[in-house]
């Protein structure tokens, strides 16, 4: 089983609309979670962290669940611009991190 | 300059060539650390360090050989890669705790 596990997509939803996408991990002792965001031909970049009781950027909105080992992300109101792929890291111990493939998301007009 | 840079950003090489990435960090950070990424696989981490002592070798190939004079300045040196090594590869730095990281714009390498 892979560490980090993500669904690829692409979401492909149209502007305004709210798209949520889950990422599980395998190792239950993790503690630290992330979401990364990254652009087409761009480098990674720090979305935001997530904690135990979840946690609202604006109009992004982190949760995890660690009965079920996953987090997720909810986007709201999408925005052109949030089409991205997003990448989730999860830190299995000490600073290690682990990377999913990445969820691509489409915001179409 | 600002945040982490990395040189050059495009690079074609032979299977025979030898060639060197070069990664720069402007943020004062204490770790720095090389990734590769392929195509619709997670980013894999090749070398870590911290405080310029290499503190992770993710069982990477010889071909690829790491060199970290200081603190901001991180190098990979290449030779006779193979083609299943053509990938971007990221440069990111860290405070020494890891958690967030700064990456570069990322070399795009293909080795024909």
Not at chain 1, 11 to 18: L, R
Not at chain 2, 2 to 13: D, E, F, S
Request: hydrophobic share 30%; with cysteine; net charge positive.
């Amino acid at each position: 089983r892979k560490e980090v596990e993500q669904d690829p997509g692409p979401f492909n939803v149209p502007e305004g609309a709210t798209v949520a996408f889950n990422c599980t991990y395998s190792n239950s002792a993790s503690q630290s979670f992330f979401w990364y965001r990254q652009d087409c031909r761009k480098e990674p970049k720090l979305l935001m962290s997530v904690y135990s009781s979840g946690n609202e950027d604006g109009r992004f909105t982190a949760q995890l669940n660690r009965a079920s080992q996953y987090i997720s992300l909810l986007i709201r109101d999408s925005k052109l611009s949030d089409s991205a792929t997003y990448l989730c890291v999860v830190i299995p111990s000490g600073y290690k991190l682990s990377f999913g493939a990445g969820t691509t998301v489409t915001v179409r007009a | 300059e600002t945040g982490v840079t990395q040189t050059p950003r495009h690079l074609v090489m032979g299977m025979t060539n030898k060639k060197s990435l070069k990664c720069e960090q402007h943020l004062g950070h204490n770790a720095m650390y090389w990734y590769k990424q392929s195509a619709k696989k997670p980013l894999e981490l090749m070398f870590v360090y911290n405080f310029k002592e290499q503190t992770e070798n993710n069982s990477v190939p010889s071909r690829f050989s790491p060199e970290c004079p200081n603190s901001s300045h991180l190098f990979l040196h290449l030779h006779t890669l193979q083609p299943e090594d053509s990938a971007l590869y990221l440069c990111a730095s860290s405070q020494e705790n890891g958690r967030d990281l700064y990456f570069g714009p990322g070399t795009r390498l293909t080795v024909t």
